[in-house]
């Protein structure tokens, strides 16, 4: 294979999986928007404090070990030792296990402090008997999350990839479905109390685990029973346990420090916003307000560009591994400059259309209540679905390339910039303190990923550069046009579909234009190694 084709299959390679990803994500969008209007903003609080929670759990709890089961099953299945590979599966299901039975023992013995830690002095009785009932609600996930991600890292190991894969659409559509489908019938039918409408969203994530979990054994249990076919026909004997141990703890435990400190974020707005924006000023229910919108309305229309981060972590991997393996240090720069090119022409665009139209796009997801607050806040976080896109990525090239020990250095930096920011920046600009620090920790490790990349490998910093500015005067030459349109024609924020409609045209106007100047300026010739200005052919390739 030519040095080029493997650019492009890297490419390729990642952006498809990023393409993956995106149709999972899409799904996960769905939900919000019905959640928003059955609990109503205020009550999206709750939900954010809850699942930041459920997700620091969930990776102290399984991140790294599946995909620890799925290497190391598949390593031993290569080489016919089938004994050990469901040596694997057992001890890596029982270390996930224990680890999720102690993490729901301390977290529910720990729920009532901790709800009243999260909302602060000024919190009613009732809004912590509310969250308090959403940690209890939350063990059923804590418990069954994990175990099926021990199943899935297995089935992944012997290369069953579409249950794998279907396992995951199947686990979505029954979250989504379950937090729409019982939103609606306790809070518009039976007229329950809003609140429960979290309750139910809380509730879907473990129910649509166990039903997951009972998909496997159905569509998995002839590939169940060809396995365990092998393993009683193998001679001899499985490798010891202990090894096996030391070698699920050696390949997951920097996934599970890397995957805990990154939600430093998440979980310091969690437990300090309300609290903190009490004492400095801020009313509690607009504390409240803030924080669910940040956390969920804006984290989730951020989570889409996002994908960029899940499909070019997957697919960097290989790919980077082969070139350092065989110390070919111009190809890995070669490839190191086709990430980061690709990630900032794709991602520049969109973050800023997400700042310049804002109040379009909060009004299109979640209508018009607390349209002004909900505008101002994604605009301003659009600082946040860049730095929190790209950082991620670095942190993944510095594991790769087998600087564990520095990614893991960074991101400890970075949550303590996270923490000491957090507080300044509160005081300073109330509200928007929680995304201003969040930016600013991400780019700590943005920053320390390029030295460490330009010192050992001689990454080209001004190349990348030049791509981002170029990008950026290119999105912007396609926005303003469609800024000054909206002056004489604004969009209609009362109408949802007319503004989806109106919205809808702009964009594609908008990426036209981006495509033309940004080809004018020879970026995608750049970042996809192509030679002509053809716009048809731009268009092509974006396509395929």
Same mark, same amino acid.
């Given at each position: 294979m030519t040095a080029n084709n493997k650019k492009q299959s890297l490419l390729t390679g990642a952006l498809t999986g990023s393409f993956g990803v995106f149709l999972s994500k899409a799904l996960g969008l769905f939900y919000v928007v019905p959640l928003n209007s059955f609990a109503g903003e205020r009550n999206m609080a709750f939900y954010s404090i809850?699942?930041?929670?459920?997700?620091?759990?969930?990776?102290?709890c399984s991140a790294g070990i599946p995909f620890a089961i799925a290497a190391m099953v598949a390593k031993y299945v290569s080489r016919e030792d089938y004994k050990t590979a469901a040596l694997v599966r057992r001890l890596g299901t029982s270390l996930i296990m224990g680890l999720s039975f102690v993490g729901a023992c301390v977290f529910f013995l720990g729920s009532r402090p901790l709800a009243a830690r999260a909302l602060g002095h000024a919190a009613t009785p009732e809004d912590i008997a509310s969250l308090l009932t959403l940690f209890r609600i939350l063990l059923l996930a804590i418990v069954f999350v994990p175990f099926l991600s021990s199943v899935r890292g297995f089935y992944q190991g012997l290369k069953r990839l579409d249950i794998y894969a279907a396992s995951q659409v199947l686990e979505q559509f029954i979250r989504v479905f379950c937090i729409v489908a019982f939103g609606f019938?306790?809070?518009?039918?039976?007229?329950?109390?809003?609140?429960?409408? +979290?309750?139910?969203?809380?509730?879907?994530?473990? *129910?649509?685990?166990?039903?997951?979990? =009972?998909?496997? $054994?159905?569509?998995?249990?002839?590939?169940?029973?060809?396995?365990?076919?092998?393993?009683?026909?193998?001679?001899?004997?499985?490798l010891p346990a202990k090894r096996i141990f030391n070698e699920l703890l050696s390949i997951g435990l920097p996934y599970v420090a890397v995957s805990f400190i990154g939600t430093a974020g998440p979980l310091v707005n969690a437990n300090f916003f309300v609290p903190y924006a009490t004492r400095v000023g801020?009313?509690?229910?607009?504390?409240?307000?803030?924080?669910?919108?940040?956390?969920?309305?804006?984290?989730? +229309?951020?989570?889409?560009?996002?994908?960029?981060? *899940?499909?070019?972590?997957?697919?960097? =991997?290989?790919? $980077?591994?082969?070139?350092?393996?065989q110390q070919n240090q111009t190809r890995l720069r070669e490839q190191l400059a086709d990430i980061f090119k690709t990630v900032i022409y794709i991602l520049t665009p969109v973050v800023l259309i997400i700042a310049f139209f804002a109040s379009a796009i909060y009004a299109i997801m979640y209508g018009g209540r607390s349209l002004e607050q909900g505008a101002r806040l994604l605009a301003f976080y659009s600082l946040v679905a860049f730095t929190d896109t790209v950082a991620p990525i670095f942190s993944s090239v510095l594991i790769t390339l087998?600087?564990?020990?520095?990614?893991?250095?960074?991101?400890?930096?970075?949550?303590?910039v996270k923490l000491i920011s957090f507080f300044i920046f509160v005081y300073l600009f109330g509200e928007l303190g929680m995304i201003f620090s969040t930016a600013l920790s991400s780019v700590i490790v943005i920053f320390l990923g390029l030295v460490l990349l330009k010192r050992n490998f001689q990454f080209n910093i001004r190349s990348l550069l030049q791509v981002t500015l170029r990008s950026v005067i290119s999105s912007l030459c396609a926005i303003l046009p469609v800024l000054l349109l909206n002056h004489f024609l604004p969009l209609n924020y009362g109408s949802r579909l007319l503004c989806l409609v109106h919205f809808g045209i702009e964009g594609i106007v908008m990426v036209l234009i981006y495509v033309g100047v940004s080809a004018l300026l020879r970026v995608p010739q750049e970042v996809f190694h192509m030679k002509d200005l053809s716009i048809k052919k731009i268009l092509r390739r974006f396509r395929h």
């Open positions: 809850t699942y930041t929670y459920y997700d620091l759990l969930l990776k102290v019938l306790l809070v518009r039918v039976l007229h329950f109390d809003s609140v429960y409408a +979290i309750y139910m969203a809380i509730f879907a994530a473990g *129910l649509a685990a166990i039903l997951t979990v =009972v998909y496997f $054994l159905l569509a998995a249990k002839k590939e169940g029973e060809n396995f365990d076919r092998l393993v009683a026909a193998q001679n001899g004997e499985a801020i009313d509690y229910d607009t504390a409240m307000k803030a924080l669910g919108i940040v956390q969920v309305n804006c984290s989730k +229309i951020a989570s889409i560009p996002q994908v960029l981060t *899940l499909g070019f972590s997957a697919g960097l =991997v290989p790919y $980077l591994t082969e070139s350092l393996e087998r600087f564990r020990r520095n990614a893991i250095i960074f991101l400890i930096i970075a949550a303590v």
